[in-house]
């Protein structure tokens, strides 16, 4: 990580920390309470209230679950199994398209990943040598009141709507004329629910590079309606030139990895890419001595929010003692310590953790296996081309979780 951007992510941990849990869930408990709250507005109202940015702090028409989800403190399964019982698949399809894209860009992501490793390549390049404008940018000093009351409530709280990210980035790109490269950057910095292929992918979406020929431009009219009137942008494109690159990679096939061996003394490694373990039911009788997370692989004050909590569940689940640790070299040696023959966790799609994983795999000779959900499992495979054809799979999706029983409801 380039210095720019590591401190940038400490400094949004410490503004934001005030109102990060607050806000947004940092434990499964706030983020069951959430879910509790949220259910009975995942039908018609979301579809119909979606799409409104009423302002910080005032965003009930949307779930606000993201930081959990990011993390599972909550799975993705567990929500869509919770809206549908409430409203049925039909009512709900908006919400659970929405919840699909997380799947889907995760998915395409890991059958792409070279386009994460060019982003961060291209972020080191660039922030050696910072765009006229970005400053100014960053710092909300456009002068287009809905873009810098945007990167205030970003830097304050964390967070911004959906429909406020798309007209953030197109804003970026296409008006002030900016690398989308270094606003994925900025808003991974201060996003609480940063995650590698909803960030990264959503950009490339705005930009034009995902799906051919499609764009993404903000228009002002638009925003004053869909933000109440609070905005009246001057000065927007109305023009967008998508960004030229190299062509995109091919396709490589999804990885392949280590499982658990359940019967092997284990130690449990906790990191953000999925923090509810003991929820999944084929590790329930997996062997753990011990439950470690790695500080390394935190990136700021809502990781270690949202680890504490998940070492204490796992810790209690299974019977073991909890600790941090600095990094993978040490919970390589409290395993070898503690007489574990595999250090077990969540799978680590294409980001900074599966980086260290496979940095540090390559200097162990401690196994470290990895349990990849039945969600991603069966969806991965058909993330391969655009969303249109992801969708077609959801209700086969749906049905596989055994969340639909099949009949049209
Ligand atoms: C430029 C840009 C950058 C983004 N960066 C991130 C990011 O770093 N991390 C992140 O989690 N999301 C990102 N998103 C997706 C989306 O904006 C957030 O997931 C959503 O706003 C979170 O708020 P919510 O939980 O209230 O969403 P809700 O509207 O309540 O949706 C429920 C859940 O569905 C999923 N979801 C909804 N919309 C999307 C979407 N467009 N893409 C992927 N998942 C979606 C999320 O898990 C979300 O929590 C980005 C979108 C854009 C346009």
Request: glycine share 6%; hydrophobic share 45%; net charge neutral.
């Amino acid at each position: 990580m380039a210095a720019w951007q590591h401190s940038a992510m400490l400094l949004s941990a410490q503004d934001r920390s005030s109102t990060l849990s607050f806000e947004f869930p940092l434990s499964r408990n706030a983020a069951l309470d959430r879910l509790a709250t949220f259910v009975p507005k995942a039908g018609r109202s979301y579809a119909e209230g979606r799409n409104s940015d009423a302002g910080p702090g005032r965003h009930q028409a949307v779930s606000r679950l993201s930081s959990a989800l990011r993390r599972r403190l909550i799975s993705e399964e567990e929500v869509a199994r919770a809206v549908v019982a409430a409203h049925g698949s039909q009512a709900a399809a908006k919400f659970l398209q929405e919840l699909f894209w997380r799947t889907y860009w995760k998915g395409w992501m890991e059958q792409h990943p070279a386009v994460w490793r060019a982003w961060r390549r291209d972020c080191d390049h660039r922030s050696k040598d910072l765009p006229a404008g970005y400053d100014v940018a960053v710092t909300g000093r456009t002068g287009i009141d809905a873009f810098d009351a945007w990167v205030r409530e970003l830097r304050e709280t964390g967070y911004l709507h959906n429909w406020a990210r798309m007209q953030f980035a197109s804003i970026w790109i296409f008006t002030l004329g900016l690398p989308w490269e270094l606003g994925a950057a900025f808003t991974f910095a201060h996003l609480v629910d940063a995650d590698p292929a909803s960030n990264t992918l959503s950009w490339r979406w705005v930009a034009g590079l995902h799906t051919q020929g499609k764009v993404y431009l903000a228009s002002a009219e638009r925003i004053r309606l869909h933000t109440g009137g609070r905005f009246d942008p001057q000065g927007l494109a109305t023009h967008a030139d998508v960004p030229r690159e190299t062509p995109a990679p091919d396709i490589v096939p999804l990885r392949t990895f280590d499982r658990p061996d359940l019967h092997a003394p284990t130690l449990l490694l906790l990191t953000p890419e999925d923090l509810s373990l003991e929820m999944e039911p084929m590790l329930a009788s997996l062997h753990v001595r011990r439950v470690v997370a790695c500080r390394r692989l935190c990136s700021g004050a809502a990781d270690i929010a949202a680890v504490a909590d998940g070492l204490q569940r796992a810790s209690s689940h299974w019977q073991a003692a909890a600790a941090w640790v600095d990094d993978l070299e040490a919970a390589a040696a409290l395993a070898a310590s503690e007489g574990c023959s595999q250090i077990v966790t969540g799978y680590a799609p294409v980001g900074p953790i599966a980086d260290a994983l496979a940095a540090h795999r390559s200097s162990t000779s401690m196994r470290i296996a990895e349990h990849c959900r039945g969600w991603d499992a069966r969806a991965w495979p058909h993330s391969r081309k655009g969303y249109f054809a992801f969708a077609k799979c959801i209700p086969d999706l749906l049905l596989a979780a055994g969340i639909t029983n099949g009949d049209t409801d």
